[in-house]
């Protein structure tokens, strides 16, 4: 009978630490429904036209995600308003998620040992200045989301999806996108760029729903792309609806009871597969001298081959949050160990 116990207990003690091992990352790139249509905007805050790209939301009642960064567009670190745009959109009821900390292409990341601080420091920023962890990432340039062919690349994408996931995080890509970093005042080529989507004679408000790709860091974006998109995209018969609701996920992880950030708060507005990869946006390169980081040039670069010490480096860099995990599953597994000693 010794040895039938044993077998039930291992397999039901594998069982469960299985089942605490954290999922990957899930990944969105469209809505649950067909007909709505989702703005997002990458890169700020930028102090002079975040807030104008807010006054064209308010005018359209529209509900946007801002994916930030601490050190690109401006500098969260040492920027009061910098920071005062972050919570006038948080306040003004638009999501906010991560972008990373320096606007890092996380394949660079790896190679570089700087996942914890694009990722973790930047979900620390975010809690810092509005009260709650995001659940939202976006990657830059879109690595580590995509179908790679490449080996090294496939690799690395998996271990960025397991990072993300073991943190709490959605990633968030995008159906179609404005190339406005690129177009600027050029909204005609804007426009075909979305088409190459919309246009489709297979698509309609009927069938599909879209994530759109913008940055509210250009004035040609907030005061021209911007409103032309959305009536663009209105004449379609498409709806605007927030991100939450295209893809039924909470934007947030969790609420701080910080009252001084939510005090602060206030004094804001009131209110898969192959067609995946053809949505792959060229990374742009930022470059704004009032930013106090080097950390912006961020044209895609060529991943090598790197050694088996580079490829694992991603679970070396958090020791206290691989810690926390790890103590938490082991007080979970002694106390089902405990439980399930007492039953046999």
């Known amino acids: 009978m010794f040895p039938k116990i044993n077998l039930k207990f291992l397999t039901l003690t594998a069982l469960f630490a299985n089942s605490v091992i954290a999922d990957k990352a899930k990944i969105y790139r469209n809505c649950l429904k067909p007909g709505q249509?989702?703005?997002t905007f990458d890169d700020g805050p930028n102090p002079e036209t975040t807030p104008i790209a807010?006054?064209?939301?308010?005018k359209y009642n529209i509900k946007g995600t801002f994916f930030i960064n601490a050190h690109n567009w401006s500098d969260l670190e040492?920027?009061?308003t910098a920071i005062e745009t972050v919570k006038k959109t948080y306040a003004a009821g638009h999501d906010i998620g991560s972008h990373t900390y320096n606007h890092?292409?996380?394949f660079e990341a790896i190679e570089e040992g700087s996942m914890k601080e694009n990722v973790d420091d930047m979900t620390d920023k975010i809690e810092e200045i509005i009260g709650v962890k995001p659940a939202y990432f976006r990657p830059p340039c879109g690595n580590g989301a995509y179908n790679e062919s490449d080996p090294h690349k496939r690799e690395m994408s998996e271990m960025i999806q397991e990072y993300l996931g073991e943190r709490?995080?959605?990633i968030i890509m995008w159906g179609t996108d404005t190339m406005d970093w690129q177009y600027k005042e050029d909204v005609d080529s804007v426009i075909a760029t979305m088409n190459e989507q919309l246009a489709d004679p297979n698509v309609s408000p009927k069938t599909h729903s879209f994530i759109t790709l913008m940055h509210d860091v250009y004035p040609s974006t907030v005061n021209i792309?911007?409103?032309t998109v959305i009536e663009y995209v209105q004449s379609l018969g498409y709806e605007f609806v927030p991100l939450s609701e295209c893809i039924g996920v909470s934007p947030y992880q969790s609420i701080s009871n910080d009252k001084e950030n939510q005090n602060n708060l206030n004094n804001g507005e009131s209110n898969t597969t192959d067609e995946n990869n053809k949505n792959k946006s060229a990374c742009e390169t930022n470059t704004n001298n009032s930013t106090t980081t080097s950390n912006n040039t961020n044209s895609t670069s060529t991943i090598t081959n790197s050694t088996t010490e580079s490829t694992v480096s991603i679970n070396k860099e958090d020791d206290n949050t691989s810690n926390a995990i790890t103590i938490h599953s082991s007080i979970i597994l002694s106390v089902v160990i405990a439980?399930?000693?007492?039953?046999?």
């Open 37 to 39: 249509f989702v703005l």
């Open 168 to 170: 709490g995080y959605n």
């Open 225 to 227: 792309v911007l409103p």
């Open 78 to 80: 040492n920027d009061p």
């Open 339 to 344: 439980i399930l000693s007492l039953l046999f």
């Open 104 to 106: 890092k292409d996380l």
């Open 54 to 58: 807010l006054d064209v939301l308010k």
